[in-house]
């Protein structure tokens, strides 16, 4: 019997997207979905496009259509992976380190307070889903 969990955490995570675009000042122009990646990439680098494509649940071609802009922009810098001539690697630019600093990282640490604030325990929640993660990828 489903009892609607899968569900819910893709309705929690679509709703955090929503309340992150809708919090988010715009002054960089940078997307909720790019202000993500750039702070999985700062947690990262360097890393493969295949790696950060795991780490963000999208496709490879996913990360590779969303790698061009931010590197157009300057923001990440793309290079072949010296030790393998078929991968790429990816890290943030210093310019892409500020623009994440500037809008991605206030932004989740003003989620994190409103949710402490209206009595979410975040700290446990955390916990608890970072042993869901390491469940459901074993």
Known sequence: MD???ADLLHRVVFLLGEAARQRGDGST???YSQMRLLGTLEDLQPVTQHRLAQ???VS???ISRALR??????LVQVRPDPEHGRRRLVELTAAGREAFHE?????YDELRNA???AGFPY???????????????D
Not at 69 to 74: F, N, Q, S, T, V
Not at 103 to 107: C, I, M, R, T, Y
């Open 60 to 62: 490879d071609p996913a």
């Open 115 to 117: 949710l402490l604030k």
């Open 29 to 31: 122009g940078l997307s």
């Open 103 to 107: 809008s991605g990282k206030p932004l």
């Open 123 to 137: 700290e446990r929640y955390l916990s608890d889903t970072v042993r869901l993660v390491q469940i459901l990828e």
């Open 69 to 74: 802009p931010l590197e157009a922009a300057g």
């Open 55 to 57: 780490a963000l649940s």
């Open 3 to 5: 009892d609607g969990l």
